[in-house]
């Protein structure tokens, strides 16, 4: 088995529980319904794959939202809003064109260099 993800920031708030009970008790109640909804799907996918692989996946995923959410209440569901947003649109015109994001990876890959 693969070692579990590193927590996002490990000199912030404490991670997250590992125990899916423990993790969900530490959503807001929001946030929780979209767990429960995530859970119901990848527990009924477990039981016809007889694997636990997609729950995991769940579990650290939601390990990481709960960290998230803990440094920045309420960024899950903004993140979702301007994703939402930018389909709507066609893009994102605030955003940077693939090419300045690439020449900024390449400034940044000369400095470190």
Wanted: charged letters at 25%; aromatic letters at 6%.
């Amino acid at each position: 088995m693969a070692a579990p993800a590193q927590h996002p920031n490990p000199t912030g708030p404490a991670a997250p529980p590992t125990e899916p009970a423990a993790l969900r008790a530490s959503l807001t109640p929001t946030l929780r319904a979209v767990f429960d909804s995530e859970w119901a799907y990848v527990m009924d996918v477990a039981k016809e794959s007889r694997s636990l692989t997609e729950v995991n996946d769940l579990v650290t995923k939601w390990r990481f939202i709960a960290a998230d959410e803990a440094q920045d209440p309420g960024i899950y569901f903004r993140v979702l809003a301007k994703a939402a947003e930018i389909e709507a649109r066609g893009g994102n015109p605030a955003g940077r064109s693939i090419e300045d994001v690439r020449e900024l990876i390449a400034q940044r890959r000369q400095q470190t260099s």
